[in-house]
């Protein structure tokens, strides 16, 4: 059976994981307190949800430990994203990703079991530098 994904947080990050994982034909459950934003997400997502994540009870009644891959895409708020990971990993989640908004938090993540911290600008800041040095490089 396909893998199943859930992403938590509709923001441009959370958007962009989703639609491509969605394009390539996966289903994609997609989380937002932000009702104007799970309006816009039910274009590119198989089913698009309102809910707060650091609601335990929601989580559970959406059946987010079915999910193969949980990304917590929740950005400035970051007691909304360690609290989200823990109630993931306390659900038992088999692979939580979760974004980070710098080194502390990200490692604040780890600390309580994400299985991937991602830093999307960082990286996509040194992916940049390394393709203007080296643009014949396909690194995608
Ligand atoms: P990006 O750079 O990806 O646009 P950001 O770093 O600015 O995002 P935010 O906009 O703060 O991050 O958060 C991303 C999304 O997460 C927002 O749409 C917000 O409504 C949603 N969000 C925040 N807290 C929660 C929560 N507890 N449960 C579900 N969604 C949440």
Known sequence: MAKQYAVIGMGRFGTSV????????????????????IQDA???????????????????????????????????DIQASILTTLILKELGVKKIVVKAQNELHGKVLTKIGADKVVY??????????HNLISPNILDY
């Open 18 to 37: 989703a639609s491509e994982l969605y394009e390539m034909g996966y289903e994609v459950l997609g989380i937002d307190t932000n009702e104007d934003k």
């Open 120 to 129: 999307p600008e960082r990286d996509m800041g040194i992916r940049v530098a």
């Open 42 to 76: 039910v274009d590119f997502v198989t089913h698009a949800v309102t809910a707060d994540s650091t609601d335990d009870n929601a989580l559970k009644a959406l059946g987010i430990r079915n999910f193969d891959v949980v990304v917590v895409a929740i950005g400035a």
